[in-house]
């Protein structure tokens, strides 16, 4: 799932986006709205996790360009304000979820979760193709019944191409919703990812290298 984190308390937004990383998420972080336009411009986020009250570009206003634009991001917004009347206003603007600060942070992994599950095609909780079994949820892949450990940019790409139902997903597109924008896009992290993922996955293997294409399950 491709995140970006909008929020123009440094340390928050860095806690936020270390944590939704470490449930295998890739995360983007900006603190303004003006560099949150510019980043949904050119990313395919999956959800926006938004603070309302944002320096150049209101929070709002971010909001309503999504919803013109037509993407299928989602939007949850996040304000230091808990009043039902804020809460309303924010999803009248656009906003799929609303969130009060302070939250417990387990809470808002939930509520990402949720909404990212919206922003694309409709699947089960549980994902289940060739013998392997992942759970987003509770982070658990099994393989024929039996626990497989995986790093999170290993359990990353494995549920993207879980999600793809057997077609094939490139490196490119990999790298796009398991790795954040800092990444070297002519790097070969993708390939020893996946070479990884076999090895842990064991016989017979179960990823496909599609040659010039990509990969699929």
Not at 16 to 31: F, P, Q, W
Not at 68 to 89: F, K, N
Not at 193 to 210: E, Q, S
Request: aromatic letters at 4%; a negative charge.
């Amino acid at each position: 799932m491709r995140v970006l984190v909008v929020e123009d308390e440094q340390l928050l937004a860095e806690a936020v986006a270390t944590g939704l990383r470490r449930e295998a998420m890739a995360v983007d972080v900006v603190y303004d709205g003006e560099a949150a336009l510019q980043r949904i411009a050119v990313n395919d986020y999956d959800v926006v996790v938004l603070d309302r009250d944002l320096p150049l570009v209101h929070g709002d206003d971010v909001c309503r360009r999504v919803v013109e634009q037509g993407l299928a991001t989602r939007v949850i917004m996040l304000t230091a304000s808990g009043d039902i009347s804020d809460r309303v206003e924010g999803l009248e603007i656009g906003a799929d979820d609303y969130l009060p600060k302070p939250f417990a942070f387990s809470e808002l992994v939930a509520r990402v979760r949720a909404l990212g599950r919206r922003a694309t095609v409709p699947l089960p909780p549980v994902l289940e193709r060739a013998g392997i079994s992942l759970d987003p949820g509770r982070r658990e892949v099994l393989r024929d019944g039996k626990p497989v450990q995986l790093a999170p940019k290993e359990f990353a790409v494995l549920e993207v191409l879980m999600r793809a139902g057997g077609a094939v997903v490139s490196a490119e597109q990999l790298l796009e919703k398991a790795w954040d924008e800092h990444t070297d896009p002519f790097t070969n992290v993708v390939r020893v990812t996946v070479m990884t993922l076999r090895r842990k996955l064991g016989d017979p293997a179960v990823i496909v290298t599609v040659p010039g294409s990509g990969y699929r399950i």
